[in-house]
T-cell receptor, first 112, second 113 residues
Framework: DSGVTQTPKHLITATGQRVTLRCSPR?????VYWYQQSLDQGLQFLIQ???????AKGNILERFSAQQFPDLHSELNLSSLELGDSALYFC???????????FGPGTRLTVL | GENVEQHPSTLSVQEGDSAVIKCTYS??????FPWYKQELGKGPQLIID?????GEKKDQRIAVTLNKTAKHFSLHITETQPEDSAVYFC????????????FGKGTHLIIQP
């Protein structure tokens, strides 16, 4: 158990819908990262937040957004969903900068 | 941006033998190189990492080597056991404010009994 929690574990929705994925980092960690894992794209970095502020952006689509709240939990919002958005979404956390990232168990999103 | 290549995509070894997985990276500014193990239905789990000021690091049966000049790093697992069967990912990051990891495509390691 990494100490990072993610909810929900599974999510099934329809094209065009909007969903919110939630992540709670390990106690004491200030950085939260979001990754997408799919068969064709592999594991891709989406976005990082540090202590409530956006710190780095990766291959995140404009339809996706995230935020980190004062209690340091984070949410990833996916809108106008397409079939190709079906994937595993992982959250990871670390103490700060270039530190060990601990991954959560993931949320499996299925878009029908 | 950073690009990480990982080989082989599948590796089958006999139990007790050694396994080696190799990765190359493109960004000479990268300075942190972790390796993750992912089992079916679970999130990636860090097994070992190395920073650019170190050439080799060992933790029991697992070792990682880094060649900054050639921009490649490798994972070595000795005395493989059935529980080592999983998908292994290498990753790299340059840090400096962009701390997301760039991952290789993964190696499916199969330990044959």
């Amino acid at each position: 158990d990494s100490g990072v929690t993610q909810t929900p574990k599974h999510l099934i929705t329809a094209t065009g819908q909007r969903v919110t994925l939630r992540c709670s980092p390990r106690s004491g960690d200030l950085s939260v990262y979001w990754y997408q894992q799919s068969l064709d794209q592999g594991l891709q970095f989406l976005i990082q937040y540090y202590n409530g502020e956006e710190r780095a952006k990766g291959n995140i689509l404009e339809r996706f957004s995230a935020q980190q709240f004062p209690d340091l939990h984070s949410e990833l919002n996916l809108s106008s969903l397409e079939l190709g958005d079906s994937a595993l979404y992982f959250c990871a956390s670390s103490v700060g900068g270039v530190d060990t990232q601990y991954f959560g168990p993931g949320t499996r999103l299925t878009v029908l | 941006g950073e690009n990480v290549e990982q080989h082989p995509s599948t590796l089958s070894v006999q139990e007790g033998d050694s396994a080696v997985i190799k990765c190359t990276y493109s960004d000479s500014a990268s300075n942190y190189f972790p390796w993750y193990k992912q089992e079916l239905g679970k999130g990636p789990q860090l097994i070992i990492d190395i920073r650019s000021n170190v050439g080799e690091k060992k933790d029991q049966r697992i070792a990682v080597t880094l060649n900054k000049t050639a921009k490649h790093f490798s994972l070595h697992i000795t005395e493989t056991q059935p529980e080592d069967s999983a998908v292994y990912f290498c990753a790299a990051t340059a840090g400096g404010g962009a701390d997301g990891l760039t991952f290789g495509k993964g190696t499916h390691l199969i330990i044959q009994p």
